[in-house]
């Protein structure tokens, strides 16, 4: 039996790979195997031989077997060793200096805007940049030769010849967005609509194209004073200045009646612009209650509901909350103003504290 474990235990320990080791295993408890033809012997023995053979057999079966498991695990560890080491493949490459990208200016004012009136219930709008003439224009009362159209620098689109339909326009204002979703949801409704507008116009705070979000709040018993006291919860949350001071100044737009401009309190002294004092006003929007026309071309009954619409600058009041001078740099996608002006990309939107 002695010799039986040692010859296999040496054989099993010199198996260099595992069909060697196979071949140790059949040899030695495969059923024909060696130990398995003592086994057979035991038939021959008395019952005391067997009672000694039997155990020491089955124990020799089992030390065999786990001697082999436990070669073969190792051949395998260093099967996969040597594979590794062959197989090594260096799949980095140079990072280059971590840059982080920024949020421009005007995408921050936007999610605050966004923010402060979701807190006041106004939803989010939207309409097409290029747009009909109807909506643009006629829907908001501004018919056919009103001076209103000139004044706006409107760019047309080309029609192809022969084509004598009105030229489709890009949305001077977000105005259309007012017709578009009463005719989609009708009233009662409030709703923002910000985005982007075109007027052929470029000096220090005019570029061609300019974002501006519209508000609009129809319900049976909205009034003026509704509108002011929109307007002024949203100024103090939104340029975070407790003695924000706003004036409103009656104005005329085709589409609101009466209107109102509304000017924010603000100072120049020293070339540094201040806000909530001194005796200078900046105009920061237009507004006014919805004209009983507007409504009606929006497909809402004038005689049963009323509201209030405004529209104002985002670059402005981004300009005016961060300091930032000139319009015209918010489109250079230069880098290093990009660096400078604009905000870590986790960084959340000012909210409105109430
Ligand atoms: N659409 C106007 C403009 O662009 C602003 C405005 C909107 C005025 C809504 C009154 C009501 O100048």
Redesign the pocket.
């Known amino acids: 039996m002695d010799d039986l474990r040692d010859k296999y235990l040496g054989r099993i320990a010199e198996a260099g790979d595992e069909a060697a080791l196979e071949a140790v295993r059949l040899a030695a408890v495969g059923k024909k195997g060696e130990v398995a033809l003592k086994m057979r012997e035991l038939g021959k023995m008395t019952p005391d031989e067997r009672q000694q053979v039997g155990p020491a057999l089955n124990a020799l079966k089992d030390e065999i077997n786990s001697a082999i498991a436990a070669r073969k695990a190792g051949l395998e560890d260093a099967a996969l060793d040597a594979r590794l080491r062959e197989e090594w493949l260096d799949v980095t490459l140079p990072t280059r200096a971590r840059r982080q990208g920024t949020i421009h200016p005007v995408s921050q004012v936007t999610e605050e805007v966004t923010a402060i009136f979701a807190d006041l219930g106004f939803a989010v709008a939207e309409g097409p940049q290029i747009e009909t003439d109807w909506y643009n224009f006629d829907a908001l009362n501004i018919p056919g030769h009103h001076p209103a159209r000139a004044e706006m620098d409107t760019f047309y689109m080309a029609r192809q010849d022969g084509d004598n339909r009105p030229p489709h326009v890009l949305r001077?204002?977000?105005?259309p967005v007012?017709i578009r979703s009463m005719e989609a949801t009708g009233a009662p409704t409030r709703i923002i609509c910000p985005g982007r507008?075109y007027r052929a116009d470029y000096d220090q705070t005019h570029t061609p194209m300019f974002h501006?979000v519209?508000g609009l709040a129809i319900d049976r018993d909205i009034s003026m004073a509704n509108l002011k006291w929109v307007l002024e919860e949203f100024c103090r949350a939104f340029f975070e200045i407790d003695g924000i001071e706003l004036r409103f100044r009656a104005s005329h737009?085709p589409?609101?009646e009466p209107?109102a401009e509304v000017d924010i309190r603000c100072s120049w002294e020293g070339g540094t612009l201040k806000l909530g004092e001194g005796d200078d006003w900046l105009e920061i929007?237009?507004?006014?209650m919805v004209h009983p026309k507007v409504l009606q071309a929006g497909g809402v009954d004038p005689e049963v509901w009323q509201g209030f619409?405004?529209?104002m600058g985002i670059d402005r009041i981004a300009m005016l909350k961060y300091g930032i001078p000139d319009l015209r740099a918010f489109f250079d996608s230069d880098l290093r103003w990009l660096r400078h002006y604009g905000f870590a990309a986790l960084q959340a939107p000012a909210r409105h504290a109430g």
């Open positions: 001077t204002h977000t105005s007012q507008v501006q519209e737009f589409f609101t209107s929007l237009g507004s006014g619409a405004f529209g």
